[in-house]
């Protein structure tokens, strides 16, 4: 186990997740204030979603080119200046820069997504759940800097409101960047290469296993984007509460969505991956019956901490199904593969749910999750007794697995 990495992929996470959820936090509220028309006003959100959808397979390509370690320094990098970017559209009040920020923002969110297979690939395959779900867990501490930094930083500069915000993240992800050229190379990358390029894509895509679990992930993901970028514009635009009510119920939805970390892993080695993601969908279901009781703060907030549970749940349950499918020499195609539809379906998600929000409401946008949490719910039954999960939930170690 190589613990440094793991170190330096907690803290890298915390970074991210302090930046994301500033972005999650203001984007839609800066938006419906740049924008001309206000349907718009997630679309910097989707930018940014959209970006890491176009950049998922460069990504893990370029990483399998010059390492984990390069790629995630250069992703940091990009961050840095997407954010300074970002500062410079609230001075001259430019609705485009800004998405041209957010598009930027995005390419360094789709390398941020990897950080769970750069821990993967660095413990024994026993360990992967647990290494998924320790490193996700550095999100915590950007639940808490996050929203801090999104409602004390409005006013740094007084003359620009929240571009304060944006300067502090340029020195967080200058920071990341130095973190990551004390990575070591993961126990994958160290592995003799083999002389078996592995099996295609179509080869892969096609097993039961890889499906649920890209079917799980990307409904997890995409489902919780809709809800959560829709909730400050629900919160804010829609309903009249202060951005410090705001950055209090994002808050606490990203330590639902991270918290369980501390257990999740642990829970899917001793319960069974297909159990712990079939409780992330029943929550996600949850989260619609608690919104659609009324919209006062403590509505919103119990209803986003049940879907960041549910979240997490079918995140790291999906991570893990997902490696028992590819070999190491396979793990760049099915990963990218993966990345693709997840934030495929998070782009059009984010996007939907400004429309939404304008044309229909809250109530409306809460009906949204139900047929796909079927289909997730269906599709865990009839994989249930898999031979490749029953394989791995059995503790036999998955042949050359990631």
């Known amino acids: 186990m190589q613990l440094r990495n793991l170190i330096i992929l907690v803290f890298s996470q915390l970074i991210s997740a302090t930046g994301a959820i500033v972005f999650v936090t ?52 990009s961050a840095v200046v997407a954010v300074l970017i970002a ?7 430019s609705f485009p820069l800004f998405l041209i920020a957010g598009l930027l923002f995005g390419i360094n969110l789709a390398f941020t997504q990897q950080y769970r297979y750069a821990a993967a690939e660095s413990v024994d395959s026993k360990y992967v759940p647990r290494a998924i779900s320790f490193v996700l867990v550095g999100a915590i501490g950007g639940a808490l800097i996050g929203p ?12 620009v409101p929240y571009s304060g915000v944006m300067l502090a993240l340029a020195c967080l992800y200058a920071l990341q960047s130095v973190l990551f050229l004390f990575l070591q190379k993961t126990r994958a990358e160290t592995a003799t290469p083999h002389a078996d390029p592995g099996r295609t894509l179509v080869e892969i895509i096609k097993q039961p296993v890889f499906i649920v679990a890209v079917l799980g992930g990307t409904a997890g993901y995409g489902l919780m984007t809709l809800v959560m970028t829709a909730t400050p514009l629900s919160m804010h635009i829609n309903d009249g509460y202060t951005v410090e009510q705001v950055g209090y119920v ?21 319960l069974g991956v297909v159990r712990m993601m079939f409780v992330g969908a029943l929550a996600l279901m ?50 990218g593969c993966n990345e693709l539809f997840v934030f495929g379906t998070s782009a ?4 939907l749910a400004g429309t939404v929000m304008h044309v229909y409401g809250w109530n409306q946008l809460m009906w ?15 994989v249930r007794k898999d031979p490749l999960l029953i394989r791995n939930s059995s503790g036999a170690p998955a042949e050359d697995s990631a």
């Open 26 to 77: 203001l984007g839609g509220i800066i938006g419906a204030t740049l924008a001309t028309d206000k349907a718009w006003a997630t679309l910097p959100i989707t930018m940014i979603v959209l970006a890491s959808a176009m950049t998922a397979i460069p990504a893990t390509m370029l990483m399998r080119k010059i390492g984990r370690a390069q790629g995630f320094a250069t992703a940091s990098l």
């Open 87 to 93: 500062a410079l559209a609230l001075w001259i009040e």
């Open 148 to 159: 801090e930094i999104a409602v004390r930083g409005q006013h740094w500069i007084a003359a």
């Open 250 to 270: 994002i808050k606490y939805h990203v330590l639902g969505m991270y918290l369980p970390s501390l257990v999740s892993g642990f829970l899917i080695e001793k």
């Open 286 to 335: 949850a989260t619609m019956i608690v919104g659609l009781q009324g919209q006062s703060v403590m509505h919103y907030w119990w209803a986003l901490v049940i879907l960041g549970i549910g979240w997490n749940f079918l995140y790291v349950g999906g991570t893990t199904m997902l490696t028992y499918s590819y070999s190491t020499s396979e793990r760049f195609r099915a990963q």
């Open 348 to 351: 059009t998600a984010s996007l």
């Open 368 to 382: 949204i999750p139900l047929p796909f949490l079927c289909i997730v719910c269906v599709a865990l039954l009839l």
